[in-house]
């Protein structure tokens, strides 16, 4: 059960019109205040932050008037806005692989530089949507969808329904919900997840994990003194550049 957030803002925390808005992770909130509010939005603060803003674009227009070709601040600038957005979410990549795939599509990428080109992509895309319209909940949903790779995302939660179906049908002594979904948190799993997780003790953990790897659902990987259980078809379907996924004896599945 989800407990509302004890963080605030200290620019909200002494007006009335929010104070009876609470948090909660699990619960939408359709009570907002219409917009604009009513509070005083031109503090002196906010002007003087105004005042910095554009005495800072004034000095970048006349550095890109310096540049022969200014598209190298479109080109570059997101690329590298990409990169800092993904390290946020743990997702590593360098500049020169960036670079170096932005020219070179067809090049296979690791993940993480998929990713991160995704957010340069969902980047343009927005500030191209901006000519044609403002700001409205359809540019939301077009960056999130370039971000996030739906179609990849359908492919995942296809293959996690999937896999549940096999595991009740195999192991259903050992079957959960919580189980399965857990093992697609991440490819790899511990038994210390599965603890950690609330799911099961230590030694019915391991049981657990052994009896998936032995219907084909997960590989087990000795890795220095840490025994690890692999997701192989979950880790593949992440790092291969089709959504594809080969299903329980039988046939590719091709997500359309």
Do not use: W
């Amino acid at each position: 059960m989800s407990t509302p957030s004890t963080l605030q803002s200290p620019y909200v925390e002494n007006n009335d019109i929010f104070r009876h808005m609470s948090f909660f992770a699990a619960l939408p909130y359709n009570d907002l205040p219409n917009l604009p509010p009513a509070l005083d939005l031109e503090t002196k603060r906010v002007l003087k932050a105004c005042l910095k803003a554009r005495v800072a674009l004034s000095a970048l227009r006349q550095a890109t008037a310096l540049i022969p070709n200014p598209a190298v601040l479109i080109n570059s600038i997101p690329l590298l806005e990409a990169q800092a957005s993904s390290e946020i979410e743990n997702i590593v990549t360098t500049t020169d692989a960036l670079f170096r795939h932005a020219q070179l599509a067809s090049l296979a990428a690791d993940p993480a530089t998929k990713d991160a080109l995704r957010y340069r992509t969902a980047l343009k895309a927005g500030f191209d949507s901006l000519r044609k319209r403002p700001v409205t909940t359809r540019t939301a949903q077009e960056v999130c969808t370039i971000i996030k790779d739906v179609h990849m995302t359908v492919a995942v939660r296809k293959l996690l329904e999937h896999t549940a179906d096999f595991a009740r049908k195999m192991a259903p002594k050992q079957y959960s919900r919580e189980l399965i979904e857990l093992v697609f948190v991440q490819p790899y799993c511990r038994i210390d997840n599965i603890v950690e997780a609330g799911i099961a003790k230590r030694q019915t953990a391991s049981t657990y994990l052994h009896r998936l790897e032995s219907v084909g659902i997960l590989q087990q990987r000795q890795i220095g003194l840490n025994k690890l259980f692999v997701n192989s078809r979950f880790l593949k379907l992440l790092t291969s550049e089709s959504n594809e996924y080969k299903r329980f004896g039988s046939k590719l599945y091709s997500n359309p």
